[in-house]
C-alpha cells in the first residue's frame, strides 16, 4: 500500500530559527514528490519534485529529494511568525491510468516570535 | 486566493439533514477532486473527475454522491450523514487527471450533530 509518513508530527521553534521537514515515502512507480503549505483551510502548492540531488528553492524556503532512499526534506530559514502552519508532502501514485496524490499526516509549525 | 472557491464554509447538519458542497474553478482545468480531511489524518481522496466524467470512486459511503456538471462546477450531496463524517472537505482542481500540480479551495468545516 502506498504510504507518505512525515515527521516531526509538531514543531514548536523561535523566529528566525532554521527548520528542516522531512518526508519520507514508499509507492509504486514513483512520480513526483510535492509540497503544500496549509494555513488557515487551503493547501498552497510549494514544491514538486522529480529528479533526485536537484534542490529546489524559492526564497527562504528549499527541498531537495531523495530517490534512492525515498524521502525529501523541506528547509525553512530565519523563519518568520506567517511561515507557521501545516506543511503538508504528497506522493504521485498511478491509478487506473491516472495519477493521484498520496499525503502524509502533515507537519505542523509553530513559529514563536 | 488560489482560483478554487468553496460554498459554503461552514455546515452543521442532523443526521437526516441533505445538504450539498458546492465547488467552482476559475482556472479553465479539466479535473476535479474531493478530499476529507479529519483530525490527525492524511488527507483522503474521495472522487476524481476528469472532464465531467467520475474516475476514481475511493470506496466512498453512498451517503456522499459527487456531482460535475461541466469542467468548472464540483458537488457533494450529502444525506444520512453520521457523525463520524465531521470533517473538512476541500476540492481541488488540476489541468488534467494527469497533471500533478492540485489547487485547493478553502474548504468546507462539516459537523453532524
Known amino acids: 500500500e502506498d504510504k507518505v509518513v512525515q515527521s516531526p508530527l509538531s514543531l514548536v521553534v523561535h523566529e528566525g530559527d532554521t527548520v528542516t521537514l522531512n518526508c519520507s515515502y514508499e509507492?509504486?512507480?514513483?512520480?513526483?514528490l510535492l509540497w503544500y503549505k496549509q494555513e488557515k483551510k487551503a493547501p498552497t502548492f510549494l514544491f514538486m519534485l522529480t529528479s533526485s540531488g536537484i534542490e529546489k528553492k524559492s526564497g527562504r524556503l528549499s527541498s531537495i529529494l531523495d530517490k534512492k532512499e525515498l524521502f525529501s526534506i523541506l528547509n525553512i530559514t530565519a523563519t518568520q511568525t506567517g511561515d507557521s502552519a501545516i506543511y503538508l508532502c504528497?506522493?504521485?501514485?498511478?491509478?487506473?491510468?491516472?495519477?493521484?496524490?498520496?499525503f502524509g499526516q502533515g507537519t505542523r509549525l509553530t513559529i514563536n516570535p | 486566493e488560489t482560483g478554487v472557491t468553496q460554498t459554503p464554509r461552514h455546515l452543521v447538519m442532523g443526521m437526516t439533514n441533505k445538504k450539498s458542497l458546492k465547488c467552482e474553478q476559475h482556472?479553465?482545468?479539466?479535473?476535479m477532486y474531493w478530499y476529507k480531511q479529519s483530525a490527525k489524518k492524511p488527507l483522503e481522496l474521495m472522487f476524481v473527475?476528469?472532464?465531467?466524467?467520475?474516475?476514481e470512486n475511493n470506496s466512498v459511503p453512498s451517503r456522499f454522491s459527487p456531482e460535475c456538471p461541466n469542467s468548472s462546477h464540483l458537488f457533494l450531496h450529502l444525506h444520512t450523514l453520521q457523525p463520524e463524517d465531521s470533517a473538512l472537505y476541500l476540492c481541488a482542481s488540476s489541468q488534467d487527471r494527469l497533471e500533478n500540480i492540485q489547487y485547493f479551495g478553502a474548504g468546507t468545516r462539516l459537523s453532524v450533530l
Open positions: 482556472l479553465g482545468h479539466n479535473a
Open positions: 504528497a506522493v504521485e501514485a498511478p491509478i487506473q491510468g491516472a495519477q493521484k496524490l498520496v
Open positions: 473527475y476528469n472532464f465531467k466524467e467520475q474516475t
Open positions: 509507492v509504486t512507480n514513483f512520480r513526483s
